[in-house]
């Protein structure tokens, strides 16, 4: 069973450009989610998707940052204009439900903002 | 106020030993915990999770729930130099929404 896709590995960009994550869950998973890791911190739930409905973005600066998961599969993240305080790994993850099922995580974007 | 709180460490163990990972929560809605493993440089992977007040034995690994006192831990017996890494508590109120503490890194000494 092929893992979550995460691309680009790793991103540099100055800040005020605009940057994009994309993210293709394990195949049959309904939901999938975005998670920003700043070095040292544990991951943070920025957006939650059940198949191409939001079910939680509470803790995304929607300023900034926006999410689409088109046709319930692929979602890409964007940010723009970038900030030097995004500079983290974001992490792309996906589970069968939105219930306790095993959350599954990408490899991770690394975001370097300069 | 940080809703997960790990120690950050690093706990030092020597190979063989157990190790002792604690966790602690404020939100008493939280209803299901889980334990991550984190290799430096990679992605997080489930250990196991636990949402009964008690013991849950997964092979070497043993998560212990107390919602009385809003802690949650995790032991890891015989420790191997392959158990060094950071290992992330983290809360769920239902939905899968996950709230992760900080982690704390483990180290197994040779």
């Known amino acids: 069973e092929a893992g979550v896709a995460q691309s680009p590995r790793y991103k540099i960009i100055e800040k005020r450009q605009s940057v994009a994550f994309w993210c293709n869950p394990i195949s049959g998973h309904a939901t999938l989610y975005w998670y920003q890791q700043i070095l040292g911190q544990g991951p943070k739930l920025l957006i939650q998707?059940?198949?191409?409905?939001?079910?939680?973005d509470s803790q995304l600066p929607k300023d900034r940052f926006s999410a689409e998961r088109l046709k319930g599969v692929d979602s890409t993240l964007k940010i723009q204009p970038a900030k030097l305080e995004d500079s983290a790994v974001y992490l792309c993850?996906?589970?069968?439900?939105?219930?306790?099922?095993?959350?599954?995580f990408g490899p991770g974007t690394r975001l370097t903002v300069t | 106020q940080k809703e997960v709180e790990q120690n950050s460490g690093p706990l030092s163990v020597p190979e063989g030993a157990i190790a002792s990972l604690n966790c602690t929560y404020s939100?008493?809605?939280?209803?299901?915990f889980f334990w991550y493993r984190q290799y430096s440089g990679k992605s997080p992977e489930l250990i196991m999770f636990?949402?009964?007040?008690g013991d849950k034995e997964d092979g070497r690994f043993t998560a212990q729930l107390n919602k009385a006192s809003q802690y949650v831990s995790l032991l890891i017996r015989d420790s191997q130099p392959s158990d060094s890494a950071t290992y992330l508590c983290?809360?769920?109120?239902?939905?899968?929404?996950?709230?992760f503490g900080t982690g704390t890194q483990l180290k197994v000494e040779l």
């Open positions: 983290a809360g769920s109120q239902g939905g899968n929404k996950l709230t």
């Open positions: 939100d008493r809605g939280s209803q299901s």
């Open positions: 993850a996906s589970s069968f439900g939105p219930d306790i099922y095993e959350q599954y």
């Open positions: 636990i949402y009964s007040n």
């Open positions: 998707f059940q198949n191409n409905g939001v079910v939680d």
